[in-house]
């Protein structure tokens, strides 16, 4: 009698997937039965007959299922007596493990204080319920899709086996560094340009190697909210510092932590607020930054984007060589979902964040620098030369690269 067995049994049978053949579906119930320990070691499988009489399905479905399953080494037949589920089956072990598995979500496994910190932060570019706009997003209707696949496709067929640096293509960091000295008065040679998965990881990583648990980290108030992961991670602490319409008030975070020797700041354009740092106060933190030896990382996260005036030089071109990590990306010209950013690093970090990067995601990436450096040429160039259909570029300025 079909009646001896769990209904739980026939469930999963009843409720999967109607694109799965019935055979497999029934299976797929008895083989979790048996796994899960509803159906015990010698137990007796129900006659076809019965079986196919209870579910509506026919015999030949049923005599298959049984096959599978004992093909699989879950069932035994005893001639003349029926199917019986295996008595060898290690199946304290799978047993114990489903607990386990179970124990896990029940209790949730012991996190490091790091992974902890991270559950209560908000992701980057999270929206709130109630919120409407998305700052910092580019117009991604207009994005390039036919060139964009097509550089795609050309890389993958150039693509060679070698290995590159960690640090990124070298044809693409000299690009970049050639619009960055050409339209952001960055002083740098190729040489210092990381190429990272958006200035994202770049901040993440500077903030590794530049701040150590317990340390405050000045950030501007209001500010990209983005970071505070990446300072929650290193177990640094936030420190707000109040930006007014000249950017942000060093002193209001040095006032909070006297002793801070990082400040993190969209000098720019202020995200989210739009205010420009004023030369006055640039001049400041970087006077600041090399009195007391500390460092000012500059996040130009969409400097390519003009409305009335030219830019004011970055931090790092007005003198801040050896204190600036400048940061820059490609979500805001082209899309956020293809992770490409750079970061311009003090000649002094270059060893250290070559390591850090290097043990963060190994050496070798063929495809993604092919790919960069083909894009560069096919689709970001015509992209900045085209500007975007839906915004104001600094199409000009861009074009000189
Ligand atoms: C101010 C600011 N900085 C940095 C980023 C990170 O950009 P990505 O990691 O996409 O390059 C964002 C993203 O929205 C941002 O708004």
């Not at 000649?347 to 250290?352: K, T, V, Y």
Request: aromatic content about 8%.
């Amino acid at each position: 009698m079909v009646s001896q067995f769990p209904s739980s049994l026939y469930l999963p049978f009843q409720e999967s997937s109607s694109e799965l053949a019935q055979y497999v579906r029934l299976f797929r119930a008895f083989q979790q039965a048996i796994i899960k320990g509803n159906l015990a070691p010698g137990a007796k499988l129900p006659a076809s007959r019965a079986l196919c009489a209870e579910l509506g399905i026919s015999r030949n479905t049923v005599k298959t299922a049984y096959e599978m399953l004992h093909a699989e080494g879950y069932v035994e037949t005893r001639h003349g007596a029926g199917s019986f589920v295996a008595t060898n089956l290690p199946l304290d072990t799978v047993g114990q493990k489903e607990d386990q598995a179970q124990s896990q979500t029940q209790n949730p496994p012991k996190l490091s204080a790091m992974a902890q910190t991270l559950v209560g932060v908000r992701k980057p570019n999270q929206m709130k319920k109630g919120e409407l706009l998305l700052p910092a997003q580019p117009c991604i209707n207009s994005f390039p899709w036919s060139q964009w696949q097509r550089a795609v496709a050309g890389a993958g067929r150039q693509m060679k086996y070698q290995q590159n640096s960690v640090m990124g293509n070298n044809q693409l960091r000299e690009q970049i560094a050639s619009y960055l000295r050409v339209v952001r008065g960055v002083k740098c040679s190729a040489d210092q340009v990381m190429i990272c998965s958006g200035s994202q990881q770049a901040m993440f990583l500077a903030l590794k190697l530049l701040v150590n648990a317990g340390e405050p980290v000045i950030t501007e108030d209001p500010g990209y909210q983005g970071i505070d992961g990446a300072i929650a991670a290193v177990g640094a602490t936030k420190i707000p510092a109040q930006v007014d319409e000249q950017g942000i008030q060093l002193e209001d975070g040095l006032e909070k932590a006297p002793d801070a020797r990082v400040v993190m700041l969209t000098p720019s354009r202020n995200h989210p607020l739009g205010h420009t740092l004023s030369l006055d106060r640039r001049l400041h933190v970087l006077q600041w930054a090399k009195r007391t030896g500390s460092w000012l990382i500059e996040d130009d996260y969409d400097s390519e984007f003009r409305f009335e005036q030219q830019p004011l030089t970055s931090l790092q071109g007005l003198g801040g060589q050896d204190v600036v990590i400048y940061t820059g990306t490609f979500s805001r010209i082209l899309h956020p979902g293809i992770r490409l950013g750079y970061m311009v690093l003090p000649e002094l970090l270059l060893e250290p964040a070559n390591r850090a990067k290097t043990y963060m995601e190994g050496e070798h990436r063929f495809f993604h620098n092919l790919r960069w450096r083909n894009s560069w040429a096919t689709v970001i160039l015509p992209v900045m030369c085209d500007g975007c259909a839906n915004s104001t570029t600094n199409v000009g300025k861009l074009c000189t690269v």
